[in-house]
């Protein structure tokens, strides 16, 4: 740490205890962040260790002395007053400011609270035992990440690192500043879903975002995507979700080749309950696919997320707009039949589920431009094969589902409720696991209370 003083010059000691300090440091370390001091006679101090604390106790690499502050402001700062931290320095990292005092910390006039962390953006103040005694002003120094979006957004969040990117623009992961808790902020830029140079008019009307905005809240199941906070501007539209930090299942998917049947029917029966869940509201998914569903871990056997329903409540142009420019994989027969332009019914979702379901069971698809006529052609006619050599390991049961669910007439097509009583689902292992996942003490579909009965009370042993 180098500290820059101005006015009245430090005290020896304190002065040589810090230059000690920068001498024995290597000279290439990282300075990650700088205090501009502000109401103290201190310039500036360059953050170059992962930890930096400051108070009035002599083990501090700040030492506040009278040189620095008032009598009156100093008989009220704390031994160790604050720390601030940045793992391992690392730029890519988030910069936590923790309070250790009695009297506060204090960042833009906010107290943080004993014990309490927070995230330090740049230009933060920091104030010292009382809201008005701003001793700091932080810069962070690395690539500031929060430019062109809106002040909503960055008040409140901390920007970090780029998460992915889809169809309709970036997701990044940010931290709410206060929480720390991470969440990751999907931005829709609004003329890239018109396909054009103008807004799309269902974005456009900022009512209606609103109203879809609140509806999407309100949603609340353990396997749907939690939508914390929407901003809606002009250009864009910034979602911030709940963070899932094991990626999506398509990159799982690939990663493994193909699922075994145990685990395709754990995931799959998760996927199931988010969409009796929207279903049951009148919201259909119409975009189910590999990459919109998220995984809570990188274990095998963990909590899945359905996402990015809500993109189609603001879109009409969703997965029609982009199957009919590209190879529809995942879209259901009467969605291609009417080139999109007429409703279709919820029946879509049990398409594209049951798609979903034949790509983890075999890592390959069941429609592919790849299989000698277009997939469009082949999802028309429902036309599709158990081809690849691990099907010759996957039971009946599910072989039968997929049958039923990728039949062509949506009327002749299973209801979610039906899918969810099948019998392939009627699994005891399986059952007990996603209502451990899913923190749900009572399911309420009757069948699996009675086959969630322990074996022994129906076996005599
Ligand atoms: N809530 C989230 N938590 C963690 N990562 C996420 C979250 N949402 C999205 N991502 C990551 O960002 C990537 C892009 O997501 P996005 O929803 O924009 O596109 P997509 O679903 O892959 O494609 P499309 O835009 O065509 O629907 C995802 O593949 C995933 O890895």
Redesign the pocket.
């Known amino acids: 740490m180098a500290r820059d003083t101005q006015g009245t010059q430090g005290t020896q000691s304190q002065e040589s205890s810090i230059w000690t300090l920068v001498e024995s440091q290597p000279m290439e370390k990282i300075v990650w962040g700088r205090l501009y001091g502000k109401n103290i006679k201190i310039k500036s101090l360059d953050l170059n260790n992962d930890e930096f604390s400051a108070g009035r106790g002599e083990a501090n690499d700040l030492i506040l002395t009278l040189n620095d502050l008032s009598e009156k402001i100093l008989t009220r700062i704390s031994k160790v007053h604050f720390t601030i931290k940045r793992a391992n320095c690392d730029l890519a990292s988030p910069v936590y400011i923790k309070d250790h005092s009695r009297n506060g910390t204090f960042v833009n006039n906010e107290k943080i609270g004993m014990n309490k962390m927070r995230i330090l953006k740049n230009d933060d103040v920091i104030s010292l035992s009382h809201p008005t005694h701003k001793a700091f002003v932080f810069k962070d120094l690395s690539p500031n990440e929060s430019i062109g979006l809106p002040e909503e957004i960055t008040k409140t969040y901390y920007i970090n690192r780029k ?9 990044r ?1 940010v931290y709410d500043t206060r929480t720390c808790q991470q ?2 902020m ?1 931005i ?1 830029k609004k003329n890239m879903l018109s396909g054009g140079s103008r807004p799309s008019t269902n974005l456009s009307d900022p009512e209606r975002v609103l109203n879809e905005a609140k509806i999407m809240k309100n949603l609340s199941h353990p396997c749907v ?1 939690r939508m914390h906070d929407i901003v809606d501007k002009p250009d864009a539209v910034y979602m911030v ?5 094991g ?2 299942l ?2 799982r998917i690939i990663s493994k080749k193909l699922l075994t049947e145990e685990t395709s029917k754990l995931y799959f029966y998760q996927m199931c309950h988010a969409v009796k869940y929207l279903h049951d509201r009148g919201i259909t998914h119409r ?1 189910l ?1 590999p ?2 569903v ?1 995984l809570e871990t990188n274990d095998e056997d963990t909590l899945l ?1 359905v ?2 329903f809500g ?1 189609s409540k603001f879109v009409q142009k969703d997965s029609v707009m ?1 199957t009919l420019c590209g190879t529809p994989l995942y879209v259901a027969p009467e969605v291609l039949i009417t080139g999109g332009r007429e409703a279709y019914t919820r029946k879509v979702d049990i398409w594209s589920l049951g798609v979903v379901l034949f790509t983890c069971l075999s890592g390959t698809l069941p429609f592919s431009d790849e299989y000698g006529s277009s997939a469009a052609e082949q999802i028309k006619k429902g036309k599709f094969a158990y081809r690849h050599p691990a099907w010759k390991g996957v039971s009946q049961r599910a072989k039968l589902l997929i049958n039923q669910m990728l039949i062509v007439d949506p009327a002749k097509r299973p209801s979610i409720d039906d899918v969810l009583q099948c019998s392939w689902l009627r699994d005891a292992a399986m059952l007990q696991k996603a209502k451990q996942l899913m923190k749900i003490e009572s399911m309420d579909i009757e069948e699996e209370n009675n086959f969630l009965e322990p074996p022994t009370k129906r076996s005599r042993r």
């Open positions: 998460l992915g990117s889809g169809a309709y623009g970036l997701v992961l969440f990751a999907k829709v995507v979700l709940e963070f899932m930090r990626g999506d398509l990159n975009d696919k990459d919109n998220l997320k996402s990015d993109l982009r």
